[in-house]
C-alpha cells in the first residue's frame, strides 16, 4: 500500500498550502525551531483526529507525518499550546479567507446563518448532584458566512453567549465581499431587518434572499419601504440555497464533534473557529479530487473516442470492398473498457451494396 495515497498526507499537503498566508515566525527573536506552518497543520490536524495534544504526539512518533513536515524533532505539547493561544482570530478569519480563494469559486452565492456548540466541561454526574443541569450555561455561537457552491466558509465570528444572539451579519458579509462581486445573499428571517436589506442592494448591488417576516411589514397604502420591494420580488428558488450553510454546520459537528474541549474562553472561541478553518482544508482536498478525477475521466473517453473512430473506419473500408453480407469486427479489434464497448455495439454491422 502507498503512503502517499493516504488522506491525512494529502490534508497536510493542502494545510501547508492555506499556512502559506500567515508569516513563518512571528517574532525575529524567534529560536526558528519550528515555523508557524508547522504548528497550523499540528493544530487543525488534532481537530481532525479528535484526539488531545498528548495523543497526537504519540500518532506523530509512529508515523510519517514529521517527515511530510520537515520536523527536526516533535515537538512538546506545551508549545503548541502556546501557538494555539497566541495565534489571533483575526489571523484566522484571513486564513479562511485564504483558503476561500484557493478553490478558485466561479458563483459567490453566500448564505448566512448561526449555530451554537456546547461545553463539555463537567460530567453529568456532577451537573446532577449540584443541579447545574437546570441552569442556564453559554454557548458557543458561530455565526458563518459560506459559500453555495463549494461549502467552504469564507468568514465567521465566533463568541460565547448565554443567548443566541444574530449581530453579526454584516460583519461576516463585509469580509466575504472582498473575494469578488456576489450574485445572491441568503439568510432566514432571525436576520430580517431594513440596514441587512439595504447594504446589500444598495451597498453590495446584490440580490437580496433574506426571508421577510410579513407579519411585521407595513401595510399603509402609499408606504413604500425596501423589505416591501425585497416581498414583491422574493426569490423563493434562490432562497432555498440557504439550507447548504446548514449542511456546512452538520458537516462540521459530525466529523469534528458538536462540543467544545476547552476550558478557558479564549481557548474555547479558538476552537471554534479552528473547526472552521479544518473543514475548509478538507474541502479543498475534496475538490482537488474530484477535478483531478474529473480529469481523468474527460482523457479516457476522449481516447476511446479516437480509437473507436478508428475501427469504425477500418470497418466502413472493409464494407466498401466486398461483397454485401453480414461482416463481423475481429476478435482483436475489441476495446477494453466499457464505453468502447457499448459504442462498438452501437455501431451497424450489416452492410449496404
Not at 135 to 150: N, P, W, Y
Not at 259 to 264: F, G, L, M, N
Not at 287 to 298: A, E, K, R, T, V
Request: glycine residues 4%; proline residues 2%.
Amino acid at each position: 500500500m502507498e503512503v502517499n495515497n493516504s488522506k491525512y498526507l494529502k490534508f497536510i499537503q493542502q494545510g501547508l498550502e492555506v499556512a502559506k498566508a500567515i508569516p513563518k515566525y512571528f517574532s525575529k527573536y524567534s529560536n526558528k525551531i519550528f515555523t508557524n506552518q508547522q504548528h497550523l497543520v499540528l493544530v487543525v490536524l488534532k481537530q481532525k483526529l479528535k484526539t488531545t495534544w498528548r495523543n497526537l504526539l504519540e500518532i506523530l512518533k509512529i508515523s510519517v507525518i514529521p517527515e511530510q513536515l520537515n520536523l527536526r524533532r516533535i515537538p512538546h505539547f506545551t508549545t503548541l499550546i502556546k501557538f494555539y493561544k497566541r495565534i489571533s482570530p483575526l489571523l484566522v478569519n484571513k486564513l479562511l479567507a485564504y483558503s476561500t480563494r484557493l478553490s478558485k469559486p466561479q458563483n459567490l452565492g453566500l448564505g448566512v446563518d448561526a449555530t451554537g456548540l456546547e461545553l463539555d466541561n463537567g460530567s453529568k454526574h456532577y451537573e446532577l448532584i449540584r443541579g447545574k443541569d437546570c441552569e442556564k450555561r453559554d454557548v458557543i455561537q458561530i455565526t458563518a458566512c459560506g459559500l453555495m457552491d463549494s461549502l467552504i466558509v469564507s468568514s465567521a465570528r465566533v463568541e460565547r453567549h448565554k443567548t443566541v444572539r444574530n449581530n453579526n451579519f454584516l460583519a461576516v458579509v463585509q469580509e466575504s465581499a472582498q473575494l469578488g462581486q456576489i450574485d445572491f445573499v441568503c439568510a432566514d428571517k432571525g436576520y430580517d431587518s431594513n440596514k441587512n436589506h439595504e447594504y446589500l442592494i444598495r451597498e453590495l448591488k446584490t440580490k437580496s434572499c433574506i426571508k421577510i417576516r410579513e407579519k411585521s411589514v407595513s401595510k399603509r397604502a402609499g408606504r413604500s419601504t425596501i423589505r416591501k420591494r425585497v416581498l414583491r420580488t422574493f426569490d423563493d428558488k434562490t432562497y432555498h440555497q440557504r439550507s447548504k450553510i446548514e449542511t456546512i454546520f452538520s458537516m462540521i459537528k459530525r466529523n469534528y464533534g458538536s462540543a467544545i474541549k476547552s476550558k478557558s474562553k479564549e481557548t474555547q472561541i479558538q476552537e471554534g473557529y479552528h473547526k472552521l478553518l479544518t473543514h475548509n482544508i478538507e474541502r479543498l482536498c475534496e475538490i482537488l479530487s474530484q477535478i483531478i478525477s474529473q480529469g481523468f475521466h474527460q482523457n479516457c473517453c476522449l481516447a476511446n473516442f479516437k480509437y473507436v473512430s478508428k475501427l469504425h473506419t477500418i470497418d466502413e473500408s472493409i464494407a466498401y470492398q466486398s461483397s454485401p453480407s453480414i461482416h463481423k469486427i475481429p476478435s482483436h479489434w475489441w476495446c477494453s473498457s466499457t464505453s468502447g464497448l457499448s459504442l462498438l455495439s452501437s455501431s451497424p454491422l450489416r452492410t449496404r451494396l
